[in-house]
């Protein structure tokens, strides 16, 4: 598998203009969603293909994240500002207006949605096509989420956030100067970011503050159940748990790498990881599945409206779990 951080510097030489250290702190997120996450571990055992649909991408490009707005319709984005469609049969690529790195995309209604990537690259997408707006930042945008059609968050790089009002996106004040990994929101005025250093920030719908947290490893996921049923994963097994007051580590069953959490219906849950791990919230306890698509890195999850999971792979394959 090509090395992402090969295909990020590559794509930094080709520009002119300034990229100092702080661009390699993205560059190291994407290396661990593509290579180095899987450096220490070798593939899991115990794949069953079988219960899942493999949808194998036709071209050498790998996704970084995926959603599904229908039971028949899907949106994924990915490396050298890769856009593709799913139509019910099959993911197919459309036209993208930039040729860098998109890490994450999001709906706040159906048929318009947003991507973020290299350079606090901004896209707006519908059934029209796609389009670059203005940047508001430009340090790396790594993540992006909605509360409403009007109220949208992104963050990345050196702390970088930057919002959505309805008419543009604008830089806000932001607690730190390190690197945001993931952004959620349980309303508009409950929403929580975590990043390297086990950073976690959360904003009260005023501003953004800095959270205690029980760790300094770096996470890359986090999600809730309930405003006051969260979870945060990352470096070295480490899952995290919010109880409404304060966040503290939880068991965990294998110490892989985990690089998303999600829960489709506000029950169940799932985290993915590192050698092609998938564990399952059973009773109030992360289970490791016995049932994985692959044993290469898991990065991208997704749950569409009929509650079918999807999976993204480094093998440069979307996943469909069979029902």
């Keep these: 598998m090509r ?22 702190v993205a560059v190291l997120v994407a290396v661990c969603l593509l290579s180095a996450c899987s450096k220490s571990g070798h593939g899991r055992e ?11 991408l036709s071209f050498n490009h790998v996704v970084f994240d995926l959603t599904q707005t229908g039971e028949k319709d899907g949106w994924a984005v990915g490396e050298r500002g890769l856009i593709l469609h799913f139509n019910g049969n099959a993911w197919q690529p459309v036209e993208s207006p930039v040729a860098v790195p998109l890490f994450a995309l999001a709906f706040p209604e159906p048929g318009h949605g947003w991507a973020v990537g290299a350079d606090g690259t901004i896209l707006e997408g519908s059934a029209d096509g796609w389009k670059e ?13 909605f509360t409403s059609p009007t109220d949208g968050w992104a963050v ?7 919002h959505y009002d309805g008419q543009g996106w604008k830089t806000v004040v932001s607690p730190t100067k390190v690197t945001l990994n993931r952004v959620v929101f349980n309303g508009p005025s409950d929403g929580w970011a975590v990043g390297n250093q086990g950073l976690i920030l959360h904003y009260n719908g005023r501003d953004w503050k800095q959270i205690p947290g029980p760790t300094d490893l770096t996470l890359y996921g986090v ?3 309930t405003p006051t049923d969260g979870w945060a994963v990352g470096e070295k097994g480490t899952i995290l748990r919010y109880d409404g007051n304060s966040w503290a580590k939880t068991e965990n069953p294998v110490e892989r790498t985990f690089l998303n959490v999600a829960f489709p219906n506000g029950r169940d849950g799932y985290i993915v990881g590192r050698g092609g791990e998938i564990l399952a919230l059973r009773d109030g306890k992360w289970t490791a599945s016995t049932e994985s698509p692959t044993g290469k890195t898991l990065y991208g999850i997704a749950t569409s409206s009929d ?4 999976v ?4 440069r394959d979307i996943f469909k779990k069979r029902s």
């Design 46 to 56: 115990g794949v069953h293909a079988s219960a899942w649909i493999p949808y194998r």
């Design 3 to 24: 090395d992402k951080k090969a295909e990020i510097t590559t794509y930094q030489r080709r520009k002119s203009g300034m990229f100092g250290r702080a661009i390699w």
């Design 133 to 145: 707006g203005p940047k508001a930042d430009k340090w790396n945008l790594m993540s992006v989420a």
């Design 312 to 315: 993204a792979a480094t093998t």
């Design 223 to 225: 999600a809730f159940r």
């Design 156 to 162: 990345g790089e050196r702390g970088s956030i930057v």
């Design 307 to 310: 509650g079918q999971l999807w």
